[in-house]
């Protein structure tokens, strides 16, 4: 896992994903389906962050760096953020715990897939209640969607994120906002859906300055 030094009270958690070896070496589905490579969990936890980006699973340039959304989608993900690199890298400001924390290797179209299966319910729990003091979750793609917004979520990433201002009246913290994936797969999907660099976006900045800066 990416480490920053000093002691935060995390560095035990940090110890215990960056050792773990599930899906390589106990998958869910057997070891025909085992993770093609050794693992390499990339996620950033935060003791004093109060935006969490839950992102979906690193690609193969993140997982060879070491440092998530290293790459053409994180650059397309802090412009929305409208942050810079060192702003966006400081774990003072963000944390960063993708719904997989290894990259999960490619498809036989040459696709990334979906992030294992395994990480969820082996940290994602651990990893969100070791940070109480996030108000803001940017559930980036369906997967974090569907584990952070659970029955509000929509029949669709669309729908879900067209209705983006349901997971920020929701009462109590954290606040969840819904964000599609940064992805250049999705930027026709952006030129359709003018409302979200028109509406969502003005006021995911005004939040980022009010809970990153
Ligand atoms: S994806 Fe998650 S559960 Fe699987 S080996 Fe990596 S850290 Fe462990």
Redesign the pocket.
Do not use: K, N, V
């Given at each position: 896992m990416k480490a920053v030094s000093g002691e935060d009270g995390l560095d035990g958690l940090r110890a215990e994903?960056s050792a773990?070896?599930?899906?390589?070496d106990a998958p869910l589905r057997g070891i025909a389906d085992r993770?093609p490579h050794e693992?390499?969990?990339v996620a950033v936890l935060s003791a004093r962050a109060r935006v969490l980006i839950a992102g979906q699973?690193p690609g193969l340039r993140v997982h060879e760096s070491g440092l998530p959304f290293d790459d053409a989608s994180g650059d397309r993900l802090r412009q929305w953020l409208d942050v810079d690199r060192p702003t966006f890298y400081d774990r003072d400001r963000f944390a960063i715990v993708p719904m997989?924390?290894?990259f999960?290797g490619y498809d036989a179209k040459g696709s990334d897939l979906p992030?294992?299966r395994?990480?969820a319910p082996?940290?994602r729990e651990r990893a969100i209640s070791a940070m109480p003091q996030i108000e803001l979750v940017l559930a980036v793609g369906s997967y974090a969607q569907a584990w952070h917004m659970g029955a509000s979520r929509r029949e669709n990433m669309t729908e879900t994120v067209r209705n983006w201002r349901d997971g920020l009246a929701k009462e109590g913290r954290p606040a969840v906002l819904p964000l599609p994936h940064p992805s250049w797969r999705n930027t026709g999907w952006i030129r359709r859906n003018g409302w979200f660099e028109e509406e969502l976006l003005p006021e995911l900045r005004r939040r980022i300055k009010m809970l990153a800066f």
């Open positions: 994903i773990c070896r599930i899906c390589r993770l693992p390499r969990p699973a997989g924390f290894c999960p992030p294992r395994e990480c082996a940290w």
